[in-house]
């Protein structure tokens, strides 16, 4: 049973317990929301899974392939493009900019060939939230705002909180030390499409019954791709 003396609070020195309308950042939860936009605009005839990355880029951009397999987009969705989880050891993520993300994958050696082993990428998400930018000309916020959240109703789901929503952030601890919670779109940089979302209980618990197909809304039509595997492994 809940009670106000064994619930949580918003931080060790806050009054505020936690509850359905506390914020909080998801982390890698945000990619869920990459894979629902980018099951967008496949529905839409877009973009397709089985697109090479390079098809999206300028043919002067070199990206790492295997013996001349390229990674594709839905390599990159499923954990399986043969990336690191991070490019390297970072101080701060904040401090890795596009740039940078793209020379790394310019001389990357990959070690297998793309969709034969799932290893978790942040830094395959991250590329995927950038290459979908760039197919719609739109900032990866504005993309999933419009195409994902307002379609879902989550109206306390978003990359940078509002100073109401602020009064409402959980603070997380790593060692006793207390973690800043306001990573924001600025702040997280090329990975926000893979660890920027803040949202609540309230609208995780609709997002939850979204996913489960218990919901009509206009993206219902995206979820037979979520689900579809895109890899088969015998």
């Known amino acids: 049973k809940l009670t106000i003396e064994n619930c949580l609070w ?3 020195k806050s009054s505020i317990p936690i509850n359905l309308f506390t914020e909080f950042r998801l982390g890698p939860v ?3 929301f990459t894979s629902i936009l980018l099951a967008y605009f496949v529905n839409e005839g877009q973009i397709n899974l089985n697109d090479p990355v390079s098809k999206f880029l300028p043919k002067s951009t070199h990206i790492v392939n295997y013996e001349g397999t390229e990674i594709t987009i839905g390599d990159l969705a499923t954990h399986t493009s043969g990336l690191p989880d991070m490019p390297y050891s970072l101080s701060s993520r904040a401090s890795f900019s596009v740039s940078q993300m793209y020379r790394f994958l310019s001389k990357y050696t990959l070690t297998r060939k793309p969709g034969t082993q799932y290893e978790y990428s942040n830094l395959g998400y991250a590329f995927l939230s ?3 930018s760039r197919l719609l000309k739109q900032s990866y916020s504005d993309l999933a705002l419009h195409n994902v959240m307002d379609p879902l109703s989550l109206k306390d789901t978003s990359f940078l909180l509002s100073p109401e929503q602020k009064r409402r952030v959980s603070t997380g601890y790593d060692g006793g030390k207390g973690v800043s919670p ?3 779109e600025k702040i997280y940089s090329v990975f926000i499409g893979s660890g920027g979302v803040y949202s609540t209980p309230s609208d ?3 997002f939850l019954s979204f996913n489960l197909g218990k919901e009509k809304t206009s ?3 995206v979820l037979p791709i979520m689900q ?3 890899h088969l492994y015998y």
């Open 130 to 132: 950038n290459l979908l």
């Open 10 to 12: 918003l931080s060790k």
């Open 228 to 230: 579809k595997a895109y």
């Open 204 to 206: 995780m618990l609709n």
């Open 30 to 32: 945000s990619q869920v």
């Open 219 to 221: 993206l219902n039509s």
């Open 182 to 184: 306001y990573l924001s």
